[in-house]
T-cell receptor
Framework: AQSVTQLGSHVSVSEGALVLLRCNYS??????LFWYVQYPNQGLQLLLK??????LVKGINGFEAEFKKSETSFHLTKPSAHMSDAAEYFC?????????????FGEGTQLTVNP | EAGVAQSPRYKIIEKRQSVAFWCNPI?????LYWYQQILGQGPKLLIQ????????DSQLPKDRFSAERLKGVDSTLKIQPAKLEDSAVYLC?????????????FGQGTRLTVV
């Protein structure tokens, strides 16, 4: 079975500071990994995904994530936080190449950006 | 292009009542997912359709939950009878196909409160 663990249910940063949201995965097969963002009362929006190509994945809104097999991690980063980045972020793993968006999500990390 | 439409946005019912949610996916999207998101948790997949056939319903509580996608377009998720623990946001998502390289687009969800 595949799963992801997000370390830290709440992260608070100052505007302009580095954003680092942590995600570790457990998978018996090469994983396909995703980061989604959810704004209040909205559905989820895909930020980026890793599908076994480049290990450094760039996404929308200046976010990127690096797949590290040795650490079983897929942490999300952004060099400089903006107030509009305040939202909940979910790491997710797909069950396989043909499983598409049949995803197993982590518990989520609420990001607060302070002025 | 229009996104995934869900209705109603909010629903409050008493326990043991029945309720139905409706989802209209993006035009042309063959794959449709229903997820349940309990407050403070990540979304959990309930069922996946490919056109009008069920691909995966292993996490659907079939004693009380049912879902259909009769013409391979709109879908309905039903709960009968509802329990307090069914209080959650029900998210519908759709994608062109079922492969991992096809992005799923999420609706805004239906927030169900069971009292």
């Amino acid at each position: 079975a595949q799963s992801v663990t997000q370390l830290g249910s709440h992260v608070s940063v100052s505007e302009g500071a580095l954003v680092l949201l942590r995600c570790n995965y457990s998978s018996s097969v090469p994983p396909y990994l995703f980061w989604y963002v959810q704004y209040p009362n909205q559905g989820l929006q895909l930020l980026l995904k890793y599908t076994s190509a480049a290990t450094l994945v760039k996404g929308i809104n200046g976010f990127e994530a690096e797949f590290k097999k040795s650490e079983t991690s897929f942490h999300l980063t952004k060099p400089s936080a903006h107030m509009s980045d305040a939202a909940e972020y979910f790491c997710a793993v797909s069950r396989g190449e043909t499983s598409g968006s049949r995803l197993t999500f982590g518990e989520g990390t609420q990001l607060t950006v302070n002025p | 292009e229009a996104g995934v439409a869900q209705s109603p946005r909010y629903k409050i019912i008493e326990k043991r009542q029945s309720v139905a949610f409706w989802c209209n996916p993006i035009s042309g999207h063959a794959t449709l997912y229903w997820y349940q998101q309990i407050l403070g948790q990540g979304p959990k997949l309930l069922i996946q359709f490919q056109n009008n056939g069920v691909v995966d319903d292993s996490q659907l509580p079939k004693d009380r939950f049912s879902a259909e996608r009769l013409k391979g377009v709109d879908s309905t998720l039903k709960i009968q009878p509802a329990k307090l623990e069914d209080s959650a946001v029900y998210l519908c998502a759709s994608s062109l196909g079922s492969g991992v390289n096809t992005e799923a687009f999420f609706g805004q969800g239906t927030r169900l409160t069971v009292v």
